[in-house]
T-cell receptor, first 110, second 117 residues
Framework: NAGVTQTPKFQVLKTGQSMTLQCAQDMNHNSMYWYRQDPGMGLRLIYYSASEGTTDKGEVPNGYNVSRLNKREFSLRLESAAPSQTSVYFC?????????FGSGTRLTVV | AQTVTQSQPEMSVQEAETVTLSCTYDTSESDYYLFWYKQPPSRQMILVIRQEAYKQQNATENRFSVNFQKAAKSFSLKISDSQLGDAAMYFCAYRSAFAGTASKLTFGTGTRLQVTL
């Protein structure tokens, strides 16, 4: 099915460990995004990529890095995970302003 | 920077009744888009309805309609004939219409809707 695929769906990390969240879309969208969702906070933008080869910081970029590998893929890396990064992470892509979201990754940092 | 405020953390409605979820926003821009997203327990983000600021007519999608008051910067969602499947978290979101903003969304904090028999 066409859409946005995120992996993994669940992950538990120890403080200080690193990991990469993967995201791929097959809709040929130019723009891609990473959001995090915390209780009572809604979704907040971490990083986005307006087009292949460009990335920009969003509202809460500290502690994260991103790579727009090609038009399809946009990964989010946590270099040294902290408990404050426990959250649900959503990847999305957009065309003409319409977002399509992945199913999310629930990350717990202990 | 734009902000979106949802002042109702939780709402409850009886099946078949009507409920209105509130959303206010702050922006200095004149052209933008507003959205309501539904997030059921499955965690999937589902677009319910969208409104373009330059259109005065309120958007409607089946049982879902909005009351868009541009001067008041208010964008409420009305759900008519509520169904058990409407139970979810609802998010209001804003997007600038200006080029170069990469369609970034600014979300409110959400309203959890409970539907009772």
């Amino acid at each position: 099915n066409a859409g946005v695929t995120q992996t993994p769906k669940f992950q538990v990390l120890k403080t200080g460990q690193s990991m990469t969240l993967q995201c791929a879309q097959d809709m040929n969208h130019n723009s891609m995004y990473w959001y995090r969702q915390d209780p009572g906070m809604g979704l907040r933008l971490i990083y986005y990529s307006a087009s292949e080869g460009t990335t920009d910081k969003g509202e809460v970029p500290n502690g994260y890095n991103v790579s727009r590998l090609n038009k399809r893929e946009f990964s989010l890396r946590l270099e040294s995970a902290a408990p404050s990064q426990t959250s649900v992470y959503f990847c999305a892509s957009s065309y003409r302003g319409f977002h399509t979201f992945g199913s999310g990754t629930r990350l717990t940092v202990v | 920077a734009q902000t979106v405020t949802q002042s109702q953390p939780e709402m409850s409605v009886q099946e078949a009744e009507t409920v209105t979820l509130s959303c206010t926003y702050d922006t200095s821009e004149s052209d933008y888009y507003l959205f309501w997203y539904k997030q059921p327990p499955s965690r999937q983000m589902i677009l319910v309805i969208r409104q373009e600021a330059y259109k005065q007519q309120n958007a409607t999608e089946n049982r879902f309609s909005v009351n868009f008051q541009k001067a008041a910067k208010s964008f409420s969602l009305k759900i008519s004939d509520s169904q058990l499947g409407d139970a979810a978290m609802y998010f209001c979101a804003y997007r600038s219409a200006f080029a170069g903003t990469a369609s970034k969304l600014t979300f409110g904090t959400g309203t959890r809707l409970q539907v009772t028999l």
